[in-house]
């Protein structure tokens, strides 16, 4: 551990971290090397975002930590995942879930054929014996809408799906969500909503969270700590309140500064990136 | 002309039970493909190895038949994860014409295997009621009939209770509709896929004995493969319900073109191909089958 705490970013809390990634290398089909040399770290009951554009590797990092590169012919080639302080690099998804770390997926992944409550009821697969019935009762007083729902969750909305994934992950008692950009495809208002949500998984059940997003804004007011990751590695991390004060973070991510003109924008993509 | 009516009222009822039981074994073939996505061309043999082995203990260890097809039920369990760790786990991934070449060795295999240890000769078994019989509105239904009607019914509240209620039940359904979705849930597909095999193999002998209680057991049997594959077509190659429904459109199918045959048209034999007319009919009108989703992906 101490060995490792010299390349672990700096300003996370070296002993309460509940993941650390080191140096992670992720390559697809033997090939396609995607992640080079990915470190990072999530606070223990703390939200950490991780933010970067499209194809910088957000969602191949979260699917490295929660084991599910295999389905995609995708594999941890370097590096270690330490979970806990554990190394879990190479344990299988299953295995993970039942530890405690759980991936609400990219999309929602809620299964669309099925209803609410078998959706709700593969959340707690993980643990067999759990008593369902009066869990999913603890979900609805979470998610008062999806009570109503009786149908097949592929005719929810996407606001109701997205609270549905959530609700599910809940019923794995995870101590870590991985969470691939829950506003996306939602309108404002749900997109409140949703971070609203994580907010309280975060305050009154004490997960730690790490969330990936598009929407830097949102991502860095609910979050503690953020990464900036681009072509597939960390190029700035920092409290989320200096990040979003980050003058580079405001001109590629959230949109601001006074970059209007034709000539700017000539600027702005002459300009180097961090690399 | 002067038809034989009652003949087609009892032959139409066979044609349903038949036909239930292949839509049984049509499930089997669903099961496999919705949660591996493996096309088994060697379900048929499946069947006829669960009627071998039941036969092979009662001819040959001389147990009763209810031992005997209680450990038929666990041989054929353990042979299907067995298959699938040993055949199919190293082809996942693969292009799926090595996955159908691969159970069509299987077959292959599974036929020649049986015809040297079971020999080439039907064999029945022994006659465990008696002939004994039931009549229903004027109708003659033979108790194996009734056995193979009472078990396909057992056999779907079954699958319908554990695909609706169990905790393996839904996480087979979770793996169906996206592995890495159920991955991510916690859900081992590795044990999925073994377990679609194990009752696969599991129900196909249930059938398998049935059949062999009926007509008698040889390694031919297999053909019920074949026929079950129209039944599954007709279906739509996803959808247990159509699947059932399948099956019991191929076998009054069968039956009707036995009656039309055997009474007006005197072709001889012309039961054997009418389902498949039918099939490439219904294809043309509805190429993913009656039940099946759109986006399946064609073979």
């Not at chain 1, 969500?177 to 208002?189: F, H, T, W």
């Not at chain 2, 070449?101 to 295999?109: H, Q, R, Y």
């Not at chain 2, 696969?200 to 074949?226: E, H, M, P, Q, R």
């Not at chain 2, 039309?260 to 509805?286: E, S």
Request: charged share 15%; net charge neutral.
């Amino acid at each position: 551990m101490d060995g490792m705490s010299q390349i672990a970013p700096e300003g996370a809390a070296k002993t309460d971290d509940i993941l650390t990634l080191n140096n992670i290398e992720v390559v697809f089909n033997d090939v396609i090397l995607v992640l080079r040399g990915m470190s990072m770290s999530v606070g223990r009951g703390k939200i950490t975002a991780l933010l970067g554009a499209n194809g910088a590797g957000k969602s191949t990092t979260l699917k490295a930590i929660a084991g599910l590169l295999e389905t995609e012919d995708g594999a941890i080639t370097r590096g270690e995942v330490l979970y806990n302080g554990a190394d879990v690099t190479y344990v299988p998804a299953d295995k993970k879930v039942r530890n405690g770390v759980f991936l609400v997926m990219e999309g929602r992944g809620v299964i669309q054929d099925m209803t609410v409550v078998d959706n709700l009821r593969l959340g707690a697969f993980s643990r067999p014996g759990a008593n369902t019935t009066k869990e999913i009762e603890e979900i609805y007083e979470f998610f008062p809408r999806l009570r109503e729902r009786t149908g097949l969750a592929g005719y929810l909305s996407g606001g109701e799906q997205q609270m549905l994934a959530i609700g599910r992950a809940m019923m794995a008692r995870p101590k870590l969500i991985l969470m691939d950009e829950p506003s996306m495809g939602l309108s404002p208002l749900l997109v409140k909503e949703v971070f609203g949500i994580i907010k309280r998984l975060n305050k009154e059940l004490g997960i730690s969270i790490l969330l990936v997003e598009q929407n830097a804004n949102m991502a860095l007011q609910a979050a503690d700590y953020g990464y900036i990751m681009e072509n597939g590695k960390i190029v700035l991390d920092g409290p989320a309140e200096e990040l979003a004060n980050n003058e580079d973070v405001k001109e590629f991510y959230l949109g601001g500064g006074e970059r209007r003109s034709f000539k700017s924008v000539k600027s702005f993509k002459r300009r180097k990136r961090w690399l | 002309m002067d038809l034989n009516w009652n003949l087609l009222l009892q032959l139409l009822l066979n044609g349903v039970i038949v036909g239930m039981l292949y839509g049984v074994v049509a499930m089997c073939f669903v099961l496999i493909y919705k949660s591996t996505q493996v096309v088994n061309f060697a379900q048929g043999e499946f069947v006829v190895l669960g009627a071998w082995v039941c036969w092979s203990m009662i001819a040959w260890m001389e147990l009763h038949f209810i031992p005997a097809f209680l450990f038929a039920l666990v041989f054929m369990t353990l042979y299907g994860v067995i298959v699938q760790v040993v055949v199919l786990r190293p082809l996942v991934g693969e292009p799926i014409i090595s996955v159908i070449m691969a159970t069509i060795g299987l077959s292959i295999f599974m036929q020649a295997l049986m015809n040297w240890v079971f020999g080439n000769n039907a064999e029945s078994f022994p006659d465990i009621f008696g002939g004994w019989k039931i009549e229903i509105g004027g109708l003659q239904v033979e108790a194996g009939y009734l056995l193979s009607f009472v078990l396909s019914i057992v056999v779907m509240l079954a699958f319908f209770w554990f695909f609706k209620y169990s905790r393996w039940g839904l996480a087979m359904r979770a793996t169906a509709f996206n592995q890495q979705v159920a991955a991510s849930l916690g859900i081992s597909t590795r044990q999925v896929f073994a377990m679609a095999w194990a009752i696969s193999a599991l129900v196909s002998a249930i059938a398998g004995i049935v059949l062999g209680l009926v007509n008698g057991v040889s390694t031919g049997l297999a053909f019920i493969g074949i026929k079950v594959f129209p039944a599954v077509i007709v279906g739509g190659l996803d959808s247990i319900v159509g699947a059932i429904l399948g099956g019991v459109i191929i076998g009054v199918l069968e039956n009707g073109a036995e009656f039309v045959d055997g009474q007006i048209l005197k072709v001889g034999n012309m039961y054997k191909v009418a389902p498949f007319y039918v099939l490439i009919l219904i294809l043309m009108i509805k190429p993913y089958g009656l039940f099946g989703t759109k986006d399946i992906e064609r073979v």
